[in-house]
C-alpha cells in the first residue's frame, strides 16, 4: 500500500524515516497516475467492514480474500481519478476495510459500505470514486503483497481536529501463506482488539512494469527498526492528543474546580461508571468536596452536591446559574425550543408568557381546585370498578394527573378510555422511563459518539415526535375555530400572541416553540406527579402505621360527608407532612435538569466559563444530615416540629430552585394534596403481600426515578 502523500508528511511518515523508500511503481499500460509512489511501513489497525466508516481520510481500501496488487482485469472492477492519483475498486465481498488518516480526519463523510450494491463501475463512480472531492487514493503496490482475510475484527474510530490512527496492513510474501492470527499471535497490542504487528521491510526498485501482474518486490523483515518507527509514532499521536486536551482545557478562560484527571476523548470514564453515573457522582464527592469537575467525554461539568452549594449557586447567583443545558437523549427532539430547555431572551419570553397565561386559567386559584376535584371523582369512580381487586396503579392515575394539564393545555378533559389519550399516556410512560434506563445514562456521557450509532436513543425520539405530532393536530385544530376574543386554553392563548408578534423579528411566539412547550407542560404536569402518587402508595403500604395515621386525621377534619378542598391542608399537618416525605424519598429528578452558567462566574474561589455544564444534585440536597433529623429511609417526622405542627424546610427542593424553579408546583401540590385525600378517604390500600416484604427499589434510576412496578388493592372503608 503506497500513500502517495502530497503537502504535509504524516505522522506516519516521519515515524519512519530511515527506511529505503520504493521508487516509484509503474502502472500498466493505459493507467494515468503521474504521482510517484513511495511506500511506508504503518501501523495496523483491522476494521468491520459490514458498516460505514465515518471519516474522511486519504486513502482507503476495499479488501476481499488475498488480492494481490495492481489487481489483474478479473478482480479490477472501476478505476476513477481524483486529482493526480488513481482510485482502484476490486471485485469479491470486502471482509475489511484499512484506512490511512492524516492529521486532520474529521467524521465528515460516509465512505460507501461494502454491504451496499457496488459490483460496477456506475455504482462505483456513483458513490464517489469519479468525483474530485472523493478522499484519496488506493494507491500501486508490489505484487505478491498479500492480504490475508481471516483475522480479529476492529472498527476504526476518530474525531473532529483529532489525529486518525495510521491503519494499513502490508504483510511480507513470507507471510502470505499464513492467517492473520497466526501472524500475530503473541504480538503485542496496542488496546484490546487492537493488534501490533511489528514488521519491517525493504524493497528493491521493480524490474519490469509490462505487464498486468505488476513490478516484483523483495521484502524481509526488520523488526527492530519498524519497532522503533513504531514506538515514534505512538509516542507522537499520544502526545498530540495530550496536548490538544490541555489547548481545550487551557482555552476554557476558567479555573475551574478540582476533580479527577480525565484523559483524552474518554474524560473520566475510568471514575464514572456508565450505568451508576448518581453513586459515582456521589463517591468522587467524598473525595473532592460539595463542589467538583468531571468530564464526560470532552464536556466539563462542575457538580454542586449538599444544601449549601446548590442553594449558593441557584438561590444567591441565581441569574449567572439560570443557563440550560438539554439532556443529551432530548436534544434531538428540543434543540433549545420550548420553555424548559430554552434559553436566553427566548426562555424569558416563553417563561414570562406561560405563567401569565398558566395563572390566567385559575393554576393556584379556585378554578383549578375545582377542577382537581372533579377528576378525583371520575378517579374513585374508575377504583371501584376494581373491586378490591389486585391492580397496576399506573393507568388511572396517569390518566387522572395528564388530564388536569389537558384541560388547561388543551381545554378538555379526555374519557379514559378514549384511544388516543390511551396511546398517548402508553409514549409518555415509555419515554419517562427510557430517559432513566441504563443506556440512557450512558448515552448521555458519551453522545457525541453514541449518536451515529442505533440504540434506544432513537426511539426516545420516536416516542416524542410522535407526541409532538399529537400536539400539532390539537394547534391545528385551534386555529381552525380559533376566537381572538374568546381563548378556550393555553394553545389559544399563544396563537393569538403568535398573531400580535408577527411583525417582531426578534419574537419567539412562533409554531416550533408552541408545540414543544405545550409537549414541556404536558410531560411534566403528567410524570412526575402521577410517579409521586405512585411511590406514595407504596410507601404507604410498606408503613401501614403512617396510613393508619393519615386515616385518622381525615376522618377528623374532613369526615366522609364531603370532598376534600384545599383549605383543609392547613388543618391537616400530618397528612401535609408525610406528602412532603414521599416527595423526598422518591427523589424524582435527583440530578436536576442540566443548568449552566450565563456568563463568566466566581464561584468559591473558582472562575467557570460561560456555558459550562452545571449539575446541582437535588438528590444531595434532599438527603442532607445537616437538614434533616433522618435524611435516610422514611421519616415524615422531618417535616414536623415538637408540637406536630408543620415544619419549613428550606432543602425541600424537589421542583429545584432559583429561576429555573418547576413552573407548575403550585399545581402540583394542590394535585398531590387533592389526589392523596380523596383516595384516602375512601379506600385503604392493600398490598399483595406482606408490608415488610415490599421492595422500594426503583425501576429505572437515571435522569428520572422511575417507581418499581407493583400491584394493589383498593379497599372500600
Not at 394539564?405 to 402508553?426: Q, T
Request: hydrophobic share 40%.
Amino acid at each position: 500500500m503506497c500513500p502517495g502523500h502530497r503537502g504535509s508528511v504524516s505522522l506516519a511518515k516521519r515515524a519512519t524515516r530511515g527506511h529505503q523508500a520504493l521508487p516509484g511503481l509503474a502502472l500498466p499500460s493505459g493507467w494515468r497516475d503521474p504521482t510517484p509512489r513511495v511506500c511506508r511501513p504503518l501501523l495496523l489497525l483491522l476494521s468491520d467492514a459490514s458498516q460505514e466508516v465515518h471519516c474522511s481520510c486519504s486513502s482507503f481500501l476495499f479488501q476481499s480474500g488475498e488480492i494481490s496488487f495492481p489487481p489483474t482485469p478479473a478482480q479490477l472492477l472501476a478505476q476513477g481519478h481524483s486529482g493526480t492519483r488513481t482510485v482502484w475498486r476490486v471485485a469479491g465481498e470486502p471482509t475489511w476495510v484499512a484506512v490511512q488518516g492524516g492529521p486532520a480526519c474529521p467524521f465528515s463523510r460516509h465512505l460507501p459500505s461494502p454491504a451496499s450494491p457496488h459490483h460496477s463501475s456506475a455504482a462505483w463512480n456513483r458513490q464517489g470514486s469519479g468525483r474530485a472531492d472523493w478522499p484519496g487514493p488506493l494507491a500501486a503496490c508490489p505484487a505478491g503483497a498479500a492480504f490475508p482475510s481471516s483475522g480479529p475484527m476492529q472498527s476504526c474510530g476518530g474525531g473532529e481536529n483529532e489525529l486518525f490512527v495510521v491503519v494499513v496492513l502490508l504483510i511480507a510474501s513470507g507471510q502470505a501463506g499464513k492467517t492473520l492470527n497466526e501472524i500475530l499471535q503473541g504480538k503485542p497490542r496496542l488496546a484490546p482488539g487492537v493488534p501490533l504487528l511489528e514488521l519491517g521491510w525493504e524493497a528493491t526498485a521493480p524490474e519490469s512494469s509490462g505487464s498486468l501482474g505488476g513490478p516484483r518486490s523483495t521484502w524481509k523483515a526488520d523488526t527492530m527498526e519498524l519497532a522503533s518507527a513504531v514506538s515514534l509514532f505512538l509516542v507522537a499521536y499520544l502526545s498530540y492528543l495530550a496536548l490538544l486536551f490541555v489547548w481545550r482545557k487551557s482555552s476554557a478562560r476558567g479555573r475551574l474546580p478540582p476533580g479527577p484527571t480525565p484523559l483524552p476523548l474518554i474524560g473520566n470514564f475510568l471514575q464514572i461508571k456508565a450505568f451508576e453515573t448518581l453513586a459515582s457522582l456521589l463517591k468522587l464527592q467524598e473525595k473532592y468536596g460539595p463542589v467538583f469537575t468531571v468530564y464526560f467525554g470532552n464536556r466539563p461539568i462542575v457538580v454542586l452536591s449538599g444544601y449549601e452549594a446548590v442553594k449558593e449557586a441557584l438561590i444567591d447567583k441565581a441569574e449567572e446559574f439560570s443557563g440550560r443545558k438539554t439532556n443529551p437523549t432530548l436534544q434531538r427532539t428540543f434543540q433549545g425550543y420550548g420553555v424548559v430547555f430554552a434559553e436566553g431572551e427566548r426562555w424569558k419570553q416563553l417563561r414570562r408568557f406561560s405563567l401569565t397565561t398558566l395563572r390566567n386559567f385559575g393554576m393556584g386559584k379556585k378554578s383549578t381546585e375545582e377542577r382537581i376535584q372533579e377528576e378525583a371523582q371520575f378517579l374513585l369512580e374508575e377504583l371501584q370498578k376494581t373491586q378490591g381487586k389486585p391492580s397496576s396503579p399506573i393507568f388511572l392515575l396517569s390518566c387522572a394527573v395528564s388530564n388536569i394539564i389537558c384541560s388547561i393545555v388543551f381545554g378538555n378533559r379526555f374519557d379514559y378510555k378514549d384511544k388516543e389519550f390511551l396511546a398517548l399516556m402508553k409514549m409518555m410512560n415509555d419515554s419517562f422511563r427510557l430517559t432513566s434506563t441504563r443506556w440512557s445514562q450512558f448515552y448521555d456521557i458519551y453522545a457525541n459518539l453514541l449518536r451515529y450509532f442505533p440504540g434506544p436513543h432513537t426511539k426516545i425520539y420516536d416516542i416524542l415526535e410522535d407526541m409532538r405530532l399529537f400536539v400539532a393536530r390539537r394547534v391545528k385544530k385551534n386555529k381552525e375555530t380559533l376566537d381572538p376574543n374568546s381563548p378556550r386554553d393555553y394553545i389559544d392563548c399563544f396563537l393569538i400572541q403568535m398573531e400580535k408578534e408577527k411583525g417582531n423579528p426578534d419574537s419567539e411566539f412562533n409554531l416550533k416553540n408552541l408545540e414543544l412547550t405545550t409537549l414541556n407542560l404536558f410531560f411534566a404536569g403528567t410524570e412526575t406527579v402521577s410517579s409521586t402518587l405512585r411511590y406514595g402508595f407504596l410507601l404507604l403500604m410498606k408503613y401501614p402505621e403512617v396510613q393508619a395515621k393519615m386515616h385518622e386525621e381525615i376522618d377528623r377534619v374532613i369526615g366522609q360527608n364531603r370532598i376534600p378542598n384545599i383549605e383543609d391542608r392547613s388543618h391537616m399537618p400530618y397528612v401535609d407532612a408525610v406528602i412532603h416525605e414521599v416527595q423526598r424519598f422518591s427523589d424524582l429528578i435527583p440530578m436536576n435538569v442540566a443548568h449552566a452558567v450565563t456568563r463568566d462566574t466566581e464561584f468559591r474561589g473558582y472562575l467557570i466559563p460561560k456555558g459550562t455544564e452545571i449539575f446541582p444534585l437535588l438528590s444531595t440536597v434532599l438527603h442532607d444530615g445537616t437538614k434533616f433529623k433522618s435524611p435516610e429511609g422514611f421519616h415524615p417526622e422531618n417535616f414536623l416540629d415538637e408540637n406536630g405542627c408543620l415544619k419549613k424546610n428550606d432543602a425541600f427542593v424537589p421542583f429545584s430552585a432559583g429561576k429555573r424553579l418547576c413552573l407548575g408546583e403550585t399545581l402540583a401540590r394542590m394535585e398531590l394534596f387533592l389526589f392523596f385525600t380523596n383516595i384516602l378517604q375512601w379506600f385503604r390500600l392493600k398490598p399483595v403481600g406482606e408490608p415488610k416484604d415490599i421492595d422500594l427499589t426503583p425501576q429505572e434510576f437515571g435522569f428520572a426515578t422511575i417507581p418499581p412496578l407493583y400491584e394493589l388493592s383498593f379497599i372500600p372503608r
